[in-house]
């Protein structure tokens, strides 16, 4: 067997088993659960991107209903 291929295998392996999911403890499970480490946009944020994106798209209509956008 090829000794690069060995050592590229062991390293793979090594790689793969130094990977784990971490415990949490539940007093600091409140700071990970913090509004601003969410992926949601505030109000005033998402008004604006849902007043922009016709003109950013080229199109209209079509968010919240059929029909609207290029006819496609």
Do not use: T, Y
């Not at 849902?50 to 209903?65: I, L, T």
């Amino acid at each position: 067997m090829n000794k690069k291929l060995l050592w590229s295998g062991l390293a793979l392996a090594l790689g793969l088993s130094l990977q784990s999911c971490a415990f949490v403890a539940q007093k600091d499970r409140e700071v990970l659960s913090d509004p601003i480490m969410q992926l949601k946009d505030n109000a005033a944020e998402s008004s604006s991107d849902a007043h922009n994106m016709p003109r950013r798209e080229g199109s209209s209509g079509g968010g919240a209903g059929a029909g609207g956008g290029c006819g496609c």
